[in-house]
């Protein structure tokens, strides 16, 4: 019985974690009613809320604090904000998100080599302190681009459907652009499934990634007959 207390005095204080009360004190007294049964009285001190007091870096030589900290979910504390939001409120959960944004935006920015170590939380009495270590690796930059696969147009013409260009330095969220773009130039052929997937070759001591954009096509799709209810006017 004592034990399924103490996990339930653990589970009430991941609650209030959840909520940004790390400081939340939890006790109990267990009641003795007879032999079988008592009664259990949890007392609860909530203390203040835990805000986030600074968020900062080491190693972002390339981008400012002030730009990665705007993809952060975790952040600092808004005079204004924090009154009508969670914004501020520490939340560990977030840091392993925050950990993936920031290798994905520096992803988006060439940086395909980027190692983004879990951050360190310090507690002190005005507030938690997160720091992010960056270890950017080098900028990479458009090799060769190709086509391959299932080609209804020629190589040429498929160039001309996208933004990446050789030289250019490396932008992922261009190439999920330009992967759209490709499903849509095969779609408007009737291969609404078409499958076009990027094949990346990084070429580390030249800094540079040559791209295969890997086309296969699916079943053709056509349209059958179409019939109109409802419509007494036409």
């Given at each position: 019985?004592?034990?399924?207390?103490?996990?339930?005095?653990?589970?009430?204080?991941?609650?209030?974690?959840?909520?940004?009360?790390?400081?939340?004190?939890?006790?109990?007294?267990?009641?003795?009613?007879?032999?079988?049964?008592?009664?259990?009285?949890?007392?609860?001190?909530?203390?203040?809320?835990?805000?986030?007091?600074?968020?900062?870096?080491?190693g972002n030589d390339s981008i400012k604090a002030g730009e990665l900290r705007g993809i952060?979910?975790?952040?600092?504390?808004?005079?204004?904000?924090?009154?009508?939001?969670?914004?501020?409120?520490?939340?560990?959960?977030?840091?392993?998100?925050?950990?993936?944004?920031?290798?994905?935006?520096?992803?988006?920015?060439?940086?395909?080599?980027?190692?983004?170590?879990?951050?360190?939380?310090?507690?002190?009495?005005?507030?938690?302190?997160?720091?992010?270590?960056?270890?950017?690796?080098?900028?990479?930059?458009?090799?060769?681009?190709?086509?391959?696969?299932?080609?209804?147009?020629?190589?040429?013409?498929?160039?001309?459907?996208?933004?990446?260009?050789?030289?250019?330095?490396?932008?992922?969220?261009?190439?999920?652009?330009?992967?759209?773009?490709?499903?849509?130039?095969?779609?408007?052929?009737?291969?609404?499934?078409?499958?076009?997937?990027?094949?990346?070759?990084?070429?580390?001591?030249?800094?540079?990634?040559n791209i295969v954009f890997a086309i296969h096509l699916a079943d053709k799709i056509f349209?059958?007959?179409?019939?109109?209810?409802g419509n007494t006017r036409t």
């Amino acid at each position: 019985r004592r034990a399924q207390v103490v996990g339930d005095v653990g589970r009430i204080k991941k609650a209030y974690m959840e909520k940004g009360y790390y400081n939340a004190e939890i006790t109990y007294r267990v009641n003795p009613i007879d032999e079988d049964f008592a009664s259990v009285d949890f007392d609860i001190t909530e203390n203040k809320v835990v805000k986030v007091k600074a968020v900062t870096f080491s190693g972002n030589d390339s981008i400012k604090a002030g730009e990665l900290r705007g993809i952060l979910e975790t952040r600092k504390k808004h005079w204004l904000m924090s009154y009508f939001t969670t914004i501020g409120v520490f939340k560990d959960e977030s840091l392993d998100k925050d950990v993936e944004r920031l290798t994905a935006y520096y992803y988006s920015k060439g940086f395909l080599m980027v190692k983004v170590d879990k951050p360190t939380v310090d507690f002190k009495d005005d507030g938690i302190y997160v720091h992010f270590v960056i270890t950017e690796g080098d900028r990479f930059t458009i090799g060769a681009i190709e086509f391959k696969g299932d080609l209804i147009y020629p190589p040429e013409e498929l160039q001309n459907k996208v933004k990446i260009l050789p030289g250019q330095i490396f932008n992922g969220r261009t190439l999920n652009d330009d992967l759209v773009a490709l499903k849509g130039v095969y779609s408007e052929k009737g291969f609404a499934y078409a499958d076009v997937s990027p094949l990346t070759d990084i070429k580390s001591e030249e800094n540079k990634v040559n791209i295969v954009f890997a086309i296969h096509l699916a079943d053709k799709i056509f349209i059958g007959e179409i019939r109109f209810t409802g419509n007494t006017r036409t």
